[in-house]
Nanobody
Framework: QVQLVESGGGLVQPGGSLRLSCAAS????????MGWYRQAPGKQRELVAA???????NYADTTKGRFTISRDNAKNTVYLQMNSLKPEDTAVYYC????????????????WGQGTQVTVSS
């Protein structure tokens, strides 16, 4: 069984920062690509950032330059550092993992965790 537990969300003012964490279990973490997704009410899930097992990263255009994805294989954890937050970043943020699949739909696991709520508002 795979478990992905997101944490670190909260309420922040525009321009503020948050660091999200996703702790993984049930997979050989070091060989998986990891991705952060978000979904706002009334919108489709969006792939925000991804990092391969080798450390290559990709970002959505809307977050490029503001968000940084990283991973700590020793802790089985992937992070998303979010700076210069904007109201449009408000969403529930999820993570997923993939060996062969990592796209807008998700990774290899069709089941999503609880996510962590990020609210950017003054």
């Amino acid at each position: 069984q795979v478990q992905l537990v997101e944490s670190g969300g909260g309420l922040v003012q525009p321009g503020g920062s948050l660091r999200l964490s996703c702790a993984a279990s049930g997979i050989i973490f070091s060989i998986y690509s990891m991705g952060w997704y978000r979904q706002a009410p009334g919108k489709q899930r969006e792939l925000v950032a991804a990092i391969t097992s080798g450390g290559r990263t990709n970002y959505a255009d809307t977050t490029k330059g503001r968000f940084t994805i990283s991973r700590d294989n020793a802790k089985n954890t992937v992070y998303l550092q979010m700076n210069s937050l904007k109201p449009e970043d408000t969403a529930v943020y999820y993570c997923n993992a993939g060996l062969t699949t990592m796209n807008e739909k998700g990774g290899d696991f069709g089941s999503w965790g609880q996510g962590t709520q990020v609210t950017v508002s003054s």
